[in-house]
């Protein structure tokens, strides 16, 4: 069974960082196009950044030069590096993979990152 969970959330003031990481078990990330979304209060959720093996990462245009999707083949792990935190960074941050026929999106649990002062 494919299970992903996201840790690293946290409160931080704006300008700061944190790392969030999503860890998988039952698959080999490195096998899958990973993702990032977020969802802030109120607001349908958004792709943030996704990433596959050996191939360009790619980013919602607002968190460009700030985030960095990068995959941890040896800890089969994804993680997104988060500097410059803004307000609006403020979400439930998931990671989510595709996997099965038909294609099925799998999620992990979420976690939370606000960023106030």
């Known amino acids: 069974q494919v299970q992903l969970v996201e840790s690293g959330g946290g409160s931080v003031q704006p300008g700061g960082s944190l790392r969030l990481s999503c860890a998988a078990s039952g698959i080999a990330l490195s096998n899958y196009v990973v993702a990032w979304y977020r969802q802030a209060p109120g607001k349908e959720r958004e792709w943030v950044a996704q990433i596959f093996s050996g191939g360009r990462p790619t980013y919602v245009d607002s968190v460009k030069g700030r985030f960095t999707i990068s995959g941890d083949n040896a800890k089969n792990t994804v993680n997104l590096q988060m500097n410059g935190l803004k307000a609006e960074d403020t979400a439930v941050y998931y990671c989510?993979?595709?996997?099965?026929?038909?294609?099925?999106?799998?999620w992990g649990q979420g976690t939370l990152v606000t960023v106030s002062s």
């Open positions: 989510s993979i595709l996997v099965g026929v038909p294609r099925t999106r799998v």
